[in-house]
């Protein structure tokens, strides 16, 4: 199959398996019998028939993942997730007698929770509702119902291949103490994709810089495995070496809990070692190409997440934009191959950003070219030193960490800066302008590329002087809302408020500073992510009852609290403050 057959495939199967239309066996059969009597040289009936194969096996996927009715459940089942904190509440995918279920546990049952593991078994009572019937995120995650647990009555450990996968991770953790709580998470995402216990304010950032996906485990990782096993592949015969290869990616994917990204690129390294070992190597798009096609094929909702089409699109990017960046950099060969993979991925996967996310930081670019070097050494020291480290502990390991703790602050303060640095976001129009942009390029030629080269540049940089609201009220995230006149910023966080979207939100309206930050209620989690970015002027707690006596002129707001029936309220309006 050609490159261009197999990638107008790939694209057939993804449209079939997010139509996920029931077609019928009589339809598929038919469809197979035209492909067999006329499908020999025709473009267009191979993708046809796996369209309709897709559509049908996302539509029986679908169809066995009805909600569950609700009910009592007890009994025991298995951790499929790593408990992971949502709010003060834990919350974790389980394999049950009923199928997949999604424990939203608070209280003690979550501290009990806490601490477990994927494969880690617990008994458990408690309530059964059902999922949402539009709710398409735990549809993916196969989940057809919410547990709210009552009581956890025993736990078991992993045994056989997966606890040998939570020692390595645990072993990582041990080996990072010395880094601190914060860089320590920081440090097990970049290596196994485990950044449940950052703050509020690391994950916002990393988010708001365009960094996030080097929390995502992802081919670089999948490459450091290898290579540190390769002198041990290359002493073995050629069976050998396929089946060791083939045990170090199935183990890997096991340790980084089977994400999106890591599926696509262990297949692809699987494929890649194959081809090499058989003596066909394939090129990058090709192996891509059949990585996605049979992935989507095996398992039709992994692809309507949206962690494998980034991963999918970011691949496509590196491999098809990359080497045309790359040999316009100037200088060495590393630099330019580093920058067109940075450049190719940030472009493919700006229009999906676009479409889930609604934008994409400006600052992605820069930050990215920033800090991917020294992700690179984290990844790799991770799974050497870093495991030495978890083994021996103590002083040997705070010694071996020195360089990575330097290496994760230099990444932790790029997307600090990147997120912060009020540059914007891209927005469909601009995406729109680059594209015609880039078509008048491929049809004018070099007659009016300096015109396309000046209004690519001004398209690019115009979200930099978006600026910031001068004056009026804004409610940029649930339980937030924000006064600004004058320069003068007052915020007021009330009781449904979430420390990362309320980071989120305030950046989003480039609030740089706070002049007065009221807290009403807000969990602590909420105003702790405030106030360590934003260094609040001043700060009043609405539940002391010496506020209701507070007032405040700051700039031209003036700030003051009255008490109803409906509780305490913040007034801001431009009046003056009154005299004496």
């Known amino acids: 199959m050609t490159l261009r057959r197999l990638w107008v495939a790939v694209a057939a199967t993804w449209v079939g398996v997010l139509l996920a239309v029931d077609v019928g066996l009589p339809l598929l059969l038919g469809a197979a019998a035209v492909a067999g009597l006329v499908g020999r040289g025709r473009l267009v009936v191979l993708p046809i028939l796996l369209l309709l194969v897709a559509s049908q096996i996302s539509a029986w996927n679908i169809a066995g993942l009805s909600p569950v009715p609700a009910q009592t459940f007890a009994g025991e089942v298995r951790l499929l997730t790593d408990p992971e904190p949502l709010g003060a509440a834990m919350r974790v995918d389980i394999a049950t007698s009923l199928g997949e279920l999604q424990v939203r546990a608070t209280g003690r049952v979550a501290d009990d929770v806490r601490d477990l593991l ?15 019937a539009d709710d398409d995120w735990l549809l993916s995650r196969r989940v057809v119902g919410l547990l709210a647990p009552d009581r956890i009555d025993g736990v078991r450990r992993a045994t056989g291949v997966r606890a040998w996968a939570n020692q390595l991770r645990l072993t990582l953790e041990r080996g990072g103490e010395s880094l601190g709580d914060e860089r320590r998470s920081l440090f097990t995402g970049l290596v196994v994709g485990d950044d449940r216990w950052q703050s509020p304010q690391t994950t916002d950032a990393f988010r708001g810089s365009g960094l996030g ?73 090709s192996v891509l190409g ?39 950099v100037p200088g060495s060969a590393s630099l330019g191959l580093a920058v067109g993979a940075t450049v190719g991925a940030q472009c493919a996967v700006a229009p999906l950003l676009l479409w889930v996310f609604d934008d994409v930081p400006v600052a992605a670019l820069p930050a990215n070219m ?57 927005r469909w129009v601009h995406v729109m302008v680059l594209a015609l942009l880039l078509v008048a390029g491929v049809v004018g030629g070099r007659r009016f590329g300096w015109v396309v080269a000046a209004v690519a540049v ?41 420390g990362e979207a309320v980071l989120a939100g305030l950046r989003t309206e480039r609030v740089g500073q706070i002049d007065l930050l009221v807290v009403d209620k807000a ?40 008490s109803s029936n409906r509780g305490v309220q913040t007034l801001v309006d ?6 004496g």
């Open 213 to 285: 996906h080097l929390l995502a485990v992802s081919g670089q990782n999948v490459a450091f495995v290898l290579l540190v096993f390769t002198p041990l592949l290359r002493w073995l015969p050629p069976g050998g070496r396929l089946v060791v290869t083939f045990g170090l990616l199935g183990f890997f994917a096991l340790v980084t809990r089977f994400e999106p990204s890591v599926l696509r690129a262990s297949v692809m390294a699987a494929l890649a070692v194959a081809g090499m070992i058989v003596g066909r190597p394939s090129a990058g798009l």
């Open 118 to 132: 994927a494969g880690d078994r617990m008994r458990v009572v408690g309530d059964v509702s059902p999922r949402g």
């Open 458 to 498: 001004v398209a690019l940089v115009s979200p930099m002087f978006g600026g910031q609201a001068a004056t009026g009220v804004s409610d940029p995230a649930r339980g937030v809302r924000v006064w600004r006149d004058g320069g003068a910023t007052v915020v007021e966080v009330e009781a449904d408020a979430r």
């Open 523 to 562: 969990p602590p989690a909420a105003v702790e992510a405030i106030v360590a970015r934003y260094r609040p002027a001043a700060a009043v707690d609405l539940g002391e009852p010496a506020s209701l006596r507070s007032q405040f002129q700051i700039g031209d707001l003036w700030v003051r609290f009255t």
């Open 370 to 426: 920033l800090a991917a070097p020294a992700a690179g050494p984290v990844m790799a020291w991770g799974l050497t030193g870093g495991l030495v480290a978890g083994l021996v502990g103590g002083s040997v390991a705070s010694v071996l960490h020195v360089p990575t703790g330097w290496l994760l602050g230099w990444i932790a303060g790029v997307a600090e800066w990147a997120s912060t640095a009020g540059w914007g976001s891209y």
């Open 290 to 328: 059949a990585s996605a096609l049979g992935l989507l094929l095996w398992d039709p909702l992994l692809g309507r997440t949206v962690g494998f089409q980034l991963s999918v699109l970011a691949s496509l990017g590196i491999l098809v934009i990359g080497p045309r960046v790359a040999v316009r």
């Open 574 to 579: 431009r009046r003056e403050a009154p005299h």
